[in-house]
């Protein structure tokens, strides 16, 4: 079955710090990848997708994410991070073996910023 | 971007009773729409998936005869929580799928909020 495990669960980081999310899947074929954002008390909203093409993505508030096939990685990263963006993230996973495509999520990583 | 709207946005009921939540795609066709359940400080967990004008498909270990849904059009579709138990409580996110003739990208509703007493 196929998985996405997201290896922090709670980050804490001041203003101005980097910040790298670690994202691992579980399926052999080809998959489309994504990460969403929730802020408090706000929906889902997507930063960023990988379908194919370069594996180096860049998303919306000056987030990228890097797909490595070998390591079936896809790490969120942001090279200085706001206290705006304090929220919880979450990378999923959409197989394409063929029928529906459904995604499959991760367990989420909690951010918070401070100032 | 593509909007998807859900109401209510936030219910109590007895417990026993059934609540119905609604999922609008508003400014798309939605093909395909699927219900999460998030529970606290988790992930969001696909429930199932409809396809206008057929019958969804459940995700192993949810209960098709508790949650009902119904995706009557290319903008609707309905979860009915029959017979909700306080276990049922949780937040429940419904996404619509648009299918652009490449890899499809799912846009979120905001979420209903169940509590059964």
């Known amino acids: 079955a196929q998985s996405v495990s997201q290896h922090n669960h709670h980050v804490i980081l001041s203003e101005a710090a980097s910040l790298e999310l670690g994202c691992n899947y579980s399926?052999?074929?080809?998959?489309?990848l994504f990460w969403y954002v929730q802020y408090p008390g706000q929906h889902l909203q997507l930063l960023l997708k990988?379908?194919?093409?370069?594996?180096l993505v860049k998303g919306i508030k000056g987030f990228e994410a890097e797909f490595i096939k070998s390591k079936f990685s896809f790490n969120l990263r942001k090279p200085s991070v706001q206290w705006s963006d304090t929220a919880e993230y979450f990378c999923?996973?959409?197989?394409?073996?063929?029928?529906?495509?459904?995604?499959?999520f991760g367990a989420g990583t909690r951010l918070a910023v401070h100032p | 971007g593509a909007v998807v709207s859900q109401h209510p946005s936030r219910v109590i009921c007895k417990s026993g009773t059934s609540v119905k939540i609604e999922c609008r795609s508003l400014?798309?066709?939605?093909?395909?729409m699927f219900w999460y359940r998030q529970f606290p400080k988790k992930s969001l967990m696909l429930m199932a998936t409809s396809n206008e004008g057929s019958k969804a498909t459940y995700e192993q270990g949810v209960e098709k005869d508790k949650f009902l849904i119904n995706h009557a059009s290319l903008t609707l579709s309905t979860l009915t929580v029959t017979s909700a138990h306080p276990e049922d409580s949780s937040f429940y996110i419904c996404?619509?799928?648009?299918?652009?003739?490449?890899?499809?990208?799912?846009?979120f509703g905001p979420g209903t909020r169940l509590l059964v007493l």
């Open positions: 999923a996973v959409n197989a394409i073996p063929g029928g529906y495509n459904k995604l499959i």
């Open positions: 996404s619509g799928s648009l299918l652009s003739g490449g890899p499809e990208t799912q846009y």
């Open positions: 399926y052999g074929g080809t998959v489309n």
């Open positions: 990988y379908f194919s093409g370069d594996p």
């Open positions: 400014d798309f066709q939605a093909t395909t």
